[in-house]
Nanobody
Framework: QVQLLESGGGLVQVGGSLRLSCVAS????????MRWYRQAPGKQRELVAG???????NYADSVKGRFTISRTNAKNTVYLQMDSLKPEDTAVYYC??????????????WGQGTQVTVSS
């Protein structure tokens, strides 16, 4: 069993900051890429940022320069530092991990999501 647990969401004013965390636990052999997605009401889920096990990162154009993804491999944790938040960043944010279990099966796993609301 593998679980991803997100934390750090909440309500913030325009221009404010939040830091999301996601911890992966369970029968994990190794974690490859870790990503943050978001889904706003009435919209499709979209990729926000991703980071490989080696630390290479990628970002959606809409968050470049404002969001920073990082990870601590020893703790199976990924973070998303969100600065200069805008109302359009309001969404449920989901953690995703591409990982290999101790039974050597590789798959994608999702967290339950954490709500981020930016008020204007």
């Amino acid at each position: 069993q593998v679980q991803l647990l997100e934390s750090g969401g909440g309500l913030v004013q325009v221009g404010g900051s939040l830091r999301l965390s996601c911890v992966a636990s369970g029968s994990i052999f190794s974690i490859n890429a870790m990503r943050w997605y978001r889904q706003a009401p009435g919209k499709q889920r979209e990729l926000v940022a991703g980071i490989t096990s080696g630390g290479s990162t990628n970002y959606a154009d809409s968050v470049k320069g404002r969001f920073t993804i990082s990870r601590t491999n020893a703790k199976n944790t990924v973070y998303l530092q969100m600065d200069s938040l805008k109302p359009e960043d309001t969404a449920v944010y989901y953690c995703n991990a591409e990982l290999t279990t101790t039974s050597r099966a590789t798959s994608n796993y999702w967290g339950q999501g954490t709500q981020v609301t930016v008020s204007s």
